[in-house]
């Protein structure tokens, strides 16, 4: 068994789309074993998007991720981050494959409704941010 880590961000839970999304994860057959809602700091903007800090939209990007809350949760099952990943879909919902949460709920590469831990070491990082300890 493997946990990953995704965000709902700010426009998935203004569209209330959290249940519906949540969803299909589960019926991928990840179950969610933990989950709590979040306004982030921009700090935490800063930690888990590290390699976008120097990128010009970042400062785009931080506004919209402080702009209200969105909820943190965790995964469970085989492959959790590799399978996650693959219903996230890449980043820009217009090159995204049709199968994927970002295909069909994103409106944008920043409103693309959701993230995931890209592997292990990203999925340490976040849960030890989001939840303060070692999974």
Not at 70 to 80: D, Q
Request: with cysteine; proline share 3%; aromatic share 10%.
């Amino acid at each position: 068994m493997e946990n990953s880590l995704g965000i709902l961000k700010p426009d998935c839970l203004k569209r209330g789309l959290e249940k519906e999304v949540l969803s299909i994860i589960e019926a991928s057959g990840l179950r969610i074993v933990k989950k709590r809602i979040i306004l982030l700091t921009e700090q935490e903007v800063k930690i888990v998007w590290s390699t976008c800090v120097n990128e010009w939209f970042f400062p785009s990007m931080v506004e919209f991720m402080t702009s209200s809350e969105s909820i943190v949760f965790v995964v469970e099952g085989v492959s959790a981050i590799e399978r996650l990943n693959d219903l996230v879909g890449k980043y820009d919902p217009a090159l995204a494959e049709k199968h994927t949460i970002r295909y069909k709920y994103g409106t944008n590469k920043m409103e693309n409704i959701i993230h995931s831990s890209l592997n292990k070491e990203e999925y340490i990082k976040e849960y030890n941010l989001f939840f303060n300890q070692m999974p």
